[in-house]
């Protein structure tokens, strides 16, 4: 069966026609391919050297909004160090409560604000999502130690205030104390 087919492809007749039009139909694909892959190899350098330069260009951007928004953190930070050193600053409820709120308030990137001391006082103030400010004191000075919230609305007022029980927390023991 197999020598009756060889038999036949030696006696089949090729046209010229058929010929020609078979080279040029091959060397047109061969073209396009070759045109198709060079193009493709150059667009994928074009389009890696672009999206390169983009992520460059939005990472400095992000950088330099986050310099912008960090940056008076930092000095806060240092200036409230100064203030409590010079003794403008004193180191009780009083003046400390309004003071974390007033950074809280001026500092658009802050979620919280807080402060303790090496007795275990704390004052934490933290943003709502509704914009209302929640403030936790942790007294433990004074015996009984004491803990409260105050909840206040948007515009500062102090709207609520809760005497807790939990005193749980310490940050005496947390690492960044």
Partial sequence: ????LIHKLKHLVVTL????LFIFVTLFLVSALSIILATSIRFMDTLTFTSLALMRYSS????QELNVAIRPAELE?????HLMEEGVLKDNEEELIPYTYYLLKN???ALAVYWGDEHGDFIYAEKAKDGSIVTEIYTRRTLPATHIILYRNPTGQIIRSVSSDDLSFDPRRRPWY
């Fill in 17 to 20: 026609r058929f010929s020609i």
């Fill in 107 to 109: 500092l658009p990137l």
């Fill in 60 to 63: 400095a951007a992000v950088q």
């Fill in 1 to 4: 069966m197999i020598q009756s």
């Fill in 77 to 81: 930070s240092q200036f409230s160090a």
